[in-house]
């Protein structure tokens, strides 16, 4: 796991690009339009049980978790196997989270970030303001 530094606000960082390019913030108009199907507000750089560990270097982490067997995982991976066949698209995900015990469907995920969360963009004046566009005006 790398170490990305701080989180980087997406205004700012638009702002940025804005002045980079040349321009002022008069000149493009930045919308927000909320977020897309797909896109989160926060990462999760590792799942709750595995522990963050040091390396040699500073910027870079390992994880240590607990692997499962092979004979088990093995007996896992058949009972999929025959699931992906013949069973509803539930159970087949029920099996997945049987194995990945952190699995959740994208549908499923309505809660906080674990505390081993990173967050890719800060909260913005208004929670329906979550996403952004950058365009030109019709003047540039």
Do not use: C
């Not at 940025?16 to 927000?32: A, C, H, P, Q, V």
């Not at 870079?60 to 196997?81: C, D, F, N």
Request: proline share 9%; aromatic share 6%.
């Amino acid at each position: 796991m790398l170490d990305m530094g701080e989180p980087v606000y997406i205004l700012d960082l638009a702002k940025t690009l804005i002045r980079l390019s040349g321009k002022s913030e008069d000149e493009i108009e930045i919308t927000f339009t909320g977020l897309r199907p797909g896109e989160k507000l926060y990462e999760e750089l590792f799942y709750s049980r595995e522990k963050p560990l040091p390396t040699a270097s500073r910027k870079v982490k390992r994880t240590q978790s607990t692997l499962m067997s092979w004979p088990i995982l093995r007996k896992h991976l058949g009972e999929l196997h025959s699931l992906a066949a013949h069973a509803s698209e539930m159970s087949i995900r029920e099996k997945v989270r049987e194995i990945i015990p952190d699995y959740q469907y994208p549908s499923e995920i309505h809660t906080p970030p674990e505390p081993h969360a990173h967050p890719l963009a800060a909260p913005l004046a208004s929670p329906n303001d979550a996403g952004l566009s950058v365009g030109a005006t019709a003047g540039s």
